[in-house]
């Protein structure tokens, strides 16, 4: 499964969305034709733990 990522360009703020594999090259703007390669931004993350024995309910302290 490769990770979903989101590049803005710096020349014209133009963004996107591209599923890459993870050692992929930053895509160049397709939009303004900008030579230099679009940044990757860091976005928030959908990901929880959810459910008993995770870290919120101490699961790695309690005895056996």
């Known amino acids: 499964m490769m990770p979903?990522?989101?590049y803005r360009c710096g020349e014209?703020?133009?963004?996107v969305e591209?599923?890459?594999s993870m050692g992929a090259r930053?895509?160049?703007c397709c939009n303004c034709?900008?030579?230099e390669p679009m940044k990757k931004l860091?976005?928030?993350t959908s990901f929880a733990l959810k459910?008993?024995?995770w870290?919120?309910?101490?699961y790695g302290l309690k005895n056996a």
């Open 4 to 6: 979903l990522y989101e």
């Open 12 to 15: 014209c703020n133009f963004q």
């Open 18 to 20: 591209l599923l890459q």
């Open 26 to 28: 930053a895509p160049k």
């Open 33 to 35: 034709d900008s030579p």
């Open 42 to 44: 860091i976005s928030a």
């Open 51 to 53: 459910g008993s024995g």
């Open 55 to 58: 870290a919120k309910d101490n």
